[in-house]
């Protein structure tokens, strides 16, 4: 390769000299080595060096979908790369295995010496939250105070600047707001599918009435959970109630979106749908990872401090248990199974349209 003295290094092209050489023990420097602060910087600088990969994913998944259309080729590549972020996420829930082999005592050695530092200036994870589509006001509040208060007036641009883009589920949106076949011509889908809807939830209502293991308030409990997707269901076949639920936050994605991710999810047995579904889908394990980090995260937090405050100033576990639970990006698309009925009874498609769904040789 033009430019290089001589053959290329191991260790010169890892830049092994640097990276081996950036864990410096601040309980050394203050003249107290705690054994188990060479753990905790090795760790959480691999948790950085994973989030540099994710990001890299994420950009280049976002250059996919910026495109109008996006190739069909290109929808392989979105899924594989996702794929991909999955995985390091996997590894990233298996790290924290790692950090709780040191136990509460070894971490009160050092903890005090990193006050005020704290795993919520992670400026890369803020990023891949809004790269991802989490907004300002999915977020809990963060002791008080926005998540960019505790960053440093660069680091606070850069997650505001990464706010301001098009995220990946702005972008997914758009794509899927053009998916095909959501009208058939003259064939009347969502009448077909409205009878089977309210033939499936006829006879739930049935079940729960029949059931005479039921208590009168276990059956009344059953009934208004029925009323309740009932209602969701309305909301689905109207526009107007829609939008309304959406501006209330109950939904997110556009009308058009939502019902295009639910015929994907339905007639995903089909050829042409099969990369939008496995596309769908891999976007609810990333979200569902992240709260699976994030949980496990709170729970060693727990083991580690008990119910002190974070280094951070937060309250600590309990601040990221409520993330845990409460902040999601993809929530639409995990939730369409509310959506779904049986294969058995779905509106059968149009010969025209089967065709176009399905691939044929016509040697």
Do not use: C
């Amino acid at each position: 390769m033009a430019g290089r003295d001589g053959p290329l290094y191991y260790g010169d092209y890892l830049k092994l000299d640097t990276l081996l050489g950036s864990q410096e023990l601040e309980s050394a420097r203050r003249g107290a080595e705690a054994h188990d602060e060479m753990l905790f910087i090795i760790v959480h600088q691999t948790y950085e060096l994973w989030f540099k990969l994710i990001l890299w994913e994420l950009d280049s998944l976002i250059g996919i979908f910026e495109g109008a259309p996006v190739e069909e080729e290109e929808v392989g590549t979105a899924v594989a790369r996702l794929g991909r972020i999955v995985e390091i996420q996997r590894v990233l829930v298996k790290q924290i295995d790692v950090i709780e082999t040191m136990t509460p005592l070894d971490f009160l050695e050092f903890r005090d010496v990193l006050i005020p530092a704290s795993g919520f200036q992670s400026v890369q994870f803020r990023v891949i939250e809004n790269r991802l589509g989490l907004r300002p006001s999915d977020r809990l509040r963060f002791a008080g105070a926005s998540y960019s208060s505790r960053l440093s007036p660069d680091d606070a641009k850069v997650v505001q600047t990464a706010e301001s883009k098009a995220s990946l589920h702005d972008l997914v949106e758009r794509w899927l707001e053009r998916t095909p076949f959501v009208t058939f011509g003259d064939f009347d889908f969502w009448s077909a599918y409205r009878s089977a809807v309210d033939q499936m939830l006829s006879q739930d209502r049935g079940f729960i009435e029949s059931n005479e293991t039921l208590s009168p308030e276990e059956r009344e409990v059953q009934l208004r959970n029925l009323e309740d997707t009932r209602s969701r269901f309305a909301a689905l076949f109207d526009r107007d109630v829609y939008d309304r639920l959406r501006e209330e936050g109950q939904f997110r994605m556009s009308h058009r979106a939502l019902t295009a991710a639910l015929l994907i999810h339905l007639y995903r047995d089909r050829p042409i749908l099969q990369l939008p579904f496995r596309l769908l889908t891999v976007l609810v394990d990333v979200d569902e990872l992240l709260s699976y980090w994030r949980y496990r995260h709170a729970q060693m937090a727990m083991r580690m401090i008990g119910t002190k405050i974070g280094t951070g100033g937060s309250s600590g576990s309990h601040y990221l248990r409520d993330v845990a639970l409460k902040v999601r990006i993809f929530t639409d698309l995990a939730n369409l199974s509310t959506f779904f009925i049986p294969r058995s009874d779905l509106p059968v498609l149009p010969s025209e349209v089967e065709e176009t769904m399905g691939f044929r040789y016509g040697g």
